[in-house]
């Protein structure tokens, strides 16, 4: 009897145990919510063409919408990875079965028996860890996928998630990678290829083992025609065609690091909940970057003189703006292929470079002019910094001694007369007028500023220029235009900014000194070399020992600014006009060549007058001559009283080159300038 009741009791056991098994997944189905799909997907960024320049992504992935999957596509993954798909719930214990018994035979894992919705289950919502809990989640989550979707739904949702090798997810990115197209144009031959990349996607990778893969390739085309997918000659045709391979060059998807390192920071800064989201969501970023232009600053800053080490010094790094927008439209930060540090955002010290703003602020005030001189000589001011004397020196102590005007102290970049007319015009003007032209680094106040002794950055040292080239207008430097979702729904977006910061006329006539740099004489004087006539200005700057060497130089159409040196902040004894301004020159010649030539034209309140050189005040019968540009009401209007000795007549010492009687009233004879 006792055995009788203990066979009872072990067959109730048996019995209940199953079905209180099935009783608690059914209640697990049922009270488990099936998440949204939410599948990572990179994102792409264009450039102004909208042409792909790179993605961003943790995985890199692009999802293809259901009625774009090639049906051939969907067969040869149900043919070669669950051919019982379209008979089963999900859970295929047929195929459990049968891979199980495969695997007995064969002493080891010869088939698994997961379906592809627990596949997809395993991708989207769990880890790849071997416990019985993530098994029984993952059993759980298929069916739920299976009552939710379609069969079809489920084989586009697979193919948008899969890994297939070579760091690719999706069927589209592979797609893309392995033969240059987009998953909507593969043959049937290039579908197989991918349908047998998932069971070992670094092992088949065409790239790294074709013959592997081709056979890999050809057994999915006799799953396909055993299945009835495929006709036997379909099969047999596919499978002679040779792998088509995209070349390297076209797989290639990092151009341009610098400028996406600007881009991905832009983003941080002014459209937060983008950036957030921006290696898995999907966008599609719409920059500025004109690849052209891109392809020569980089050809530009890599002919330079070659790094001296291993550890590519010294560096370099180019920003090219479009002066009317403010748009990046090229940036190099350094000599590496890949972002190691963006030196384009990196402060340096400008030197002479900074110049400019100088001039432009006297020239704002009305009370001086181009033809305005100081003495080019030596000179000290005392408790300038730290209560020393400072006595700013030219380049090689070299110095004329005579009256230079603002055009000849820009062209040869003469320290001691821009420094005797900072100490006339005073840091704070200047200061004001910088930062609202573009500099947005601290700027001290004290008179060295005016020789560059405040650390800049190039790009905002090249945006600052843009006022000099487009007639006086400060702009935004902007990289992103437009930022779009999954949807294509935008989600970011944002345009010029232009301010009046600067009169046209001051634009005009430091745009015409400045011209002067890159003529014979001037401190870039070889860049006229390059640019075969075609209408440019700049200005050279060399900090203290050389650490930095500076260019920034602009077309009417484009402001670009180049800096070399070295990371370390050591004397690299090179020089702007020499290191960095050959830069400019290259990059132009290039980047501009099919862009037509155009030059300023005056405004209506500039005006051209002949001086007296020396001077800068009217001529008389004896002086040397020069036209300069003034702004309306600003020409001078006394002569020049000195006679000039070296324009008197051979035999007349003492006489005017004019005749007698036509020398002004009180003028008397001097001495010629040396």
């Not at 996406?260 to 909940?273: A, G, H, S």
């Not at 052209?292 to 890599?302: C, E, M, R, S, Y």
């Not at 910094?385 to 009256?403: E, T």
């Amino acid at each position: 009897m006792w055995r009788e009741t203990r066979v009872r009791a072990i067959l109730a056991v048996l019995v209940a145990v199953p079905l209180l098994l099935v009783g608690a997944f059914v209640i697990a189905v049922l009270v488990t919510p099936l998440p949204a799909p939410s599948t990572a997907e990179a994102t792409e960024v264009l450039d102004a063409a909208g042409r792909p320049i790179t993605r961003l992504y943790t995985q890199n992935r692009r999802i293809l919408p259901a009625g774009e999957m090639p049906q051939y596509l969907l067969d040869a993954i149900v043919a070669v990875e669950d051919d019982r798909f379209y008979a089963h719930r999900g859970i295929d214990l047929i195929g459990i079965g049968r891979a199980l018994v495969r695997d007995l035979r064969a002493g080891k894992v010869v088939e698994g028996g997961s379906t592809l919705t627990q596949q997809l289950a395993r991708n989207m919502y769990l880890t790849q860890e071997r416990t019985v809990a993530r098994k029984l989640r993952e059993a759980v989550l298929t069916v739920k996928l299976e009552a939710a979707y379609s069969k079809q739904e489920i084989l586009v949702m697979y193919w948008n998630t899969i890994y297939l090798g070579e760091g690719t997810y999706g069927a589209e990115v592979a797609a893309e990678t392995y033969f240059g197209k987009s998953a909507r144009n593969v043959t049937l031959a290039e579908a197989a290829l991918l349908a047998g990349l998932p069971r070992s996607p670094e092992y088949y990778s065409p790239l790294k083992n074709l013959d592997a893969a081709a056979q890999r390739r050809n057994l999915v085309l006799q799953k396909m025609a055993g299945q009835g997918f495929i006709t036997a000659p379909q099969a047999t045709a596919a499978a002679a065609e040779p792998v088509r391979l995209a070349s390297a060059g076209t797989r290639a998807a990092d151009a341009a690091p610098y400028f996406i390192d600007y881009v991905t920071k832009e983003l941080q800064q002014r459209f937060p909940r983008v950036a957030r989201d921006l290696y898995q969501g999907g966008y599609v970023v719409h920059t500025t970057l004109d690849p052209d232009l891109q392809a020569a600053a980089d050809t530009a800053v890599g002919a330079a003189a070659p790094p001296a080490d291993a550890r590519l010094q010294p560096q370099a790094a180019l920003v090219a703006v479009e002066s009317a927008t403010g748009y990046i439209r090229a940036m190099v930060g350094g000599r590496q292929p890949r972002v190691d540090r963006n030196r384009a955002l990196e402060a340096h010290q400008p030197g002479s470079a900074f110049k400019p703003f100088v001039y432009a602020t006297l020239l704002s005030s009305r009370s001086f002019t181009a033809a305005s001189t100081q003495p080019d000589a030596p000179v000290e001011f005392p408790g300038v910094s730290a209560g020393a004397a400072w006595r700013p020196r030219n380049h090689g102590d070299q110095y004329s001694n005579q009256p230079a005007g603002m055009r000849e102290a820009l062209r040869k970049s003469l320290n001691v007369v821009t420094a005797r007319w900072m100490d006339v015009v005073k840091p704070g003007p200047v200061i004001s007028l910088a930062k609202r032209m573009g500099i947005e680094s601290p700027i001290p106040s004290n008179l060295t500023i005016g020789l560059g002794s405040a650390a800049v950055t190039p790009l905002e040292l090249t945006r600052a220029y843009a006022p000099f080239a487009n007639g006086g207008y400060a702009v935004r430097p902007l990289a992103v235009l437009r930022v779009t979702d999954r949807d294509g729904n935008r989600v970011a977006e944002q345009s010029p900014s232009r301010t009046r910061v600067l009169d046209p006329g001051v634009a005009f006539i430091v745009t015409d000194m400045l011209k002067d740099v890159l003529k014979p004489g001037g401190t870039a004087g070889q860049v006229a070399g390059y640019l075969g006539g075609r209408p440019a200005a700049g200005k050279t700057g060399t900090s203290d020992q050389s650490v930095d060497a500076w260019f920034v130089g602009y077309t009417p159409e484009l402001v670009t600014g180049v800096w070399v040196g070295t990371d370390e902040r050591s004397p690299s004894y090179r020089e702007g006009g020499t290191s960095a301004a050959p830069i400019f020159g290259q990059f132009v010649s290039n980047g501009l060549r099919r862009v037509p030539f155009r030059d300023w034209s005056p405004p209506a309140n500039v005006l051209a007058a002949e001086i007296c050189a020396p001077s800068g005040l009217l001529p008389n019968a004896s002086c040397p001559l020069a036209s300069e540009w003034f702004l309306a009401g600003t020409a001078p209007t006394k002569v020049d009283p000195t006679v000039y000795a070296d324009h008197l007549l051979p035999g007349m010492p003492g006489m005017p080159w004019a005749p007698p009687g036509s020398l002004p009233p009180g003028m008397s004879p001097g001495l010629p300038p040396g």
